[in-house]
């Protein structure tokens, strides 16, 4: 049986029609997961679903009624979704927030009773945010957060729960921890869920059924041993994968498969080219790196991992001189990087900030150009030398068919392949990359690294990235260096440092550590979160006194 | 001195021995286009007023060889009040356009930001306590540097961020409103009379005095603003990426506020407060020219200049009685804004 169904609904933006012709049934009481590429509309049949959006033709039925002709109190009370990214109301606590789940059964003027008293805290009890209660969600980590925003929505009672991609911007522990508690939801209480991801393992991990959209169109749908499968993965993200079976669970893993032949790591130049001696840094007042040492060797590509907020986005950008340290100094090559002009820097050092925001009106030309600026004077605009420089960037980054598009226009991963073509002309010794994969699908994320490697191997540049994913650090790494806690607590080739010890440790997950049957690259198989669950007193119906 | 083509169209790259540089040449033709166009206006608004003069007798006059009285009328208080509209509007305009790319948002310029509130209240103070129209641009002038100056060290927090400028800007901007009207109030209506006049912003009146002043400002500031371009347009890019280009952004800014206030703080000085130029030009000159490029504030100026000047003609001379410009630009700057409102809350 199913209560949310949708009957062959096309939605449109401006732009064009997103999705077409889904009729889908969700089933009740399971786990359904939609995956799909960037941009195939899995977000936009998420918010149509949850009434958010009208389609141009069809219907979303809740319980048998047109779900647009139901009032959005009574949709609210039988469904609750969960945004990607939402942004908190300034000042507001943990409990403020989750009780604003209560809304749709609370009526004008009546104060909350004991029956919303109790589903806040039953939420935050499933959610092991009791002791956090009292405090501001802006104060609270990513993973925190994301689990105050579930309360919410699990405060709001509903036998549906649509939630679209909640694992984003959380480490690999907190993913796990999402995941298992969505899981709980659904196996203790019966709840019925939808989801966005843009994992495909965490999919095959979380749900009993899976609806691969391409274009906008149902590709596939099925049990997720049906989805994952090596042909299916190529029609929806244009890359060769291996399916693995992970040992311990059985279930489908999918290895994306590198798409050249990777050359072995260049050994690493004579001189270190960072060189990170005791640094402190901070944002106004408050110590995010504390005494922090550590070495990253010339030629080669070095990622920095480690949990939400343990500094690693702090370290890359002290490197690159936009923070200022409160003690201790960063070298490159030997030199303060605070010592001389930002532009002699710039020559030397590329950046590719978390997410940068692309102007409106710039096409891909004008933007990897302005990669030539630290080159430039008021005179010496546009040498015969910077026009090479950005023909060699947009050949390298495979662009030369979009550079006269807008860049706004682009997909994520273009988008993504613009802003390193950008950092590439600028022709710098080294390049500096904060998250450059956070928002991209499969297929651009190994594109994208596949690109940076290709850089570092070709034309030896040093690399440095900050990464979150660790399986993808642990392919596309020489080096790695892992962080905790505003501290470096290991560093070197992935293979020695990514032990099944330090994954526990620092990362708080168990993971089934094995080799790649192509490349003989470490592969990372999380299997679940370490973190302390919440009590399982809590499963049970509430007490009612 | 090689002239290659560029292979982009529209471009131009010049390179000689002591200079290298790329021309946007579609933009810098459109801003010869308009020039053309603001050539023709001001020739036309020469000869309009209650004694018509016609064209010939205008272009005589300019020479020096019209009748005594074509001369007089021409010279002496047409060409004036042409040259001040011109020179203002651009100047108006340039500075919207530095204001908007400095906190890359199109819903700011220096009216609404604060900064001619400032000034405004400055002059009106200077009026209403009887120190006479003499050092009046001195006053607006001081006004709208303090005024630039408090906005920038309350928004100041280790850095300035443009959203907390702009919500500090307009904080002081209402209370140097406020000011100004306690100060309408506070005086005796025939002292208040000529200032409220003046803070409707006209170009009514201007002698050549007034256009020494401005020739002066634009031939320091024109070139400044041309040379800031690149910064503004790495700006654009975000603080992290222009910071990671090697741009010293603090001082950048400081320097783009200090122009930008310049710019708008000598036009009041001469003509009051004229709403609403700064704010829609330089959306006309992105609507026509795409995002900024070099030669783009050239466009930028050249429109804004033809802005005020038809404004002017239309305030002079279109209705039953001649009202300030800074009305007519006002009437239609307004409803323009709310569109721009608008349309920024569908995009939302």
Known sequence: MSRLRSDTITLA??????????????????????????????????????????????????????????????????????????????????????????????????????????AVDRALELTGMQALRQRPVDQLSGGQRQRAWMAMALAQETALLLLDEPTTFLDIAHQLEVIELVQRLNAEEGRTIVMVLHDVNEAARASHRIVALAGG???????????IEPGLLAELYGVECDVHRDPSSGLPVCVPRSRLDVPPAPSPGPQPAFVVDHLQVGYAGTPVLHDVSALVPSGQVTAIVGPNACGKSTLL??????????????????????????????????????????PSGFLVEDLVAAGRIPHQSLLRQWRAHDEAAVEHALQRCDLCDLRYREVQTLSGGQRQRAWIAMALAQQSEALLLDE???????????????????????????????????????????????????????????????????????????????????????????????????????????VRS | MALAPARRRGHLTIRTRAF???????????????????????????TLGSYPVPYTDVFWSLLGRGNEEHEFIVRTLRVPRVLCAIGIGGMLALSGAIFQGLVRNPLVSPDIIGIESGATLFAVFWLVTGRGWGLLPFAAFGGAFLTAALIYVLSWKGGVS????????????????AGTTYLTVRYPVEIVRPAQVWTMGSVYGSDWGDVRVLGV??????????????????????????????????????????????????????????????????????????????????????????????????????????????????AVGAPYFLLLLYRANIRM
């Open chain 1, 436 to 542: 450059p994969t956070t928002f991209l699908d499969i297929a651009a994320q190994v594109d994208l690294l596949e690109l940076v490697r290709e850089l570092n191997r070709r034309e030896g540049r040093t690399v440095v990235m900050v990464l979150h994913d660790l399986a993808m650090a642990a392919r596309y790494a020489d080096q790695v260096i892992v962080m905790s806690h505003g501290a470096v607590v290991a560093a070197g080739p992935p293979a020695d440092v990514l032990t099944s010890d330090l994954l526990r440790e620092v990362f708080e997950i168990d993971a089934c550590l094995s080799t790649d049957p192509h490349t003989g690259a470490l592969l990372i198989l999380p299997n679940h979160a370490l973190t302390p669950q919440a009590p399982q007193a809590a499963m049970l119906e509430p």
């Open chain 1, 13 to 118: 933006y401006d732009a064009g029609p997103i999705v077409r012709d889904v009729a889908l049934a969700i089933p009740d009481g399971r786990i359904t997961t939609i995956i799909g590429p960037n941009g195939c509309g899995k977000s936009t049949l998420l918010r149509a679903l949850a009434r958010l959006m009208k389609p141009a033709s069809g219907a979303v039925i809740l319980d048998g009624q047109l779900i647009h002709q139901l009032p959005t109190r009574e949709v609210a009370k039988r469904l609750g979704l969960l945004h990607q990214q939402p942004t908190p109301p300034g000042g507001i606590t943990v409990e403020g927030l989750v009780a604003r789940g209560r809304y749709p059964h609370q009526s004008f003027l009546q104060p909350p009773s004991r029956r919303d008293a109790e």
């Open chain 1, 317 to 358: 950008r002290a490197c690159a001189r936009l923070l200022a340290p409160t003690g201790g100094v960063v070298r490159f090559a030997g030199d303060d990087v605070r010592r001389g002009s930002h532009k002699a820097l710039a020559r030397r050092l590329a950046l590719l900030t978390q997410g940068p925001q692309p």
């Open chain 1, 217 to 227: 169109r149902i590709v596939r749908d099925g049990t997720p041993e049906e989805v």
């Open chain 2, 20 to 46: 290298d540089v790329r021309i946007n040449v579609r933009v810098l033709l459109l801003a010869a286009g308009v020039t053309g166009v603001l050539a023709l206006l001001a020739t036309w608004a020469m």
């Open chain 2, 162 to 177: 443009p959203n907390r400028l702009i919500l500090v800007g307009i904080g002081i901007g209402s209370c140097a409103a």
């Open chain 2, 217 to 330: 400002a634009i031939a320091f500031l024109l070139p400044l603003a041309v040379g800031l371009t690149w910064s503004l347009r790495t700006l654009q890019l975000g603080e992290d990426v222009s910071r990671g280009l090697g741009m010293p952004l603090e001082r950048t800014r400081l320097l783009l506020i200090l122009t930008g206030c310049a710019l708008s703080a000598v036009t009041i000085s001469i003509a009051g407060p004229i709403g609403f130029v700064a704010l829609m030009t330089p959306h006309l000159a992105r609507m026509l020219a795409g995002p900024l490029s070099g030669s783009m504030m050239l466009l930028t100026g050249a429109l804004g200049a033809t802005f005020l000047l038809a404004a002017d003609v239309v305030a002079q001379h279109a209705l039953p009685v001649a009202l300030p410009v800074g009305v007519i630009t006002s």
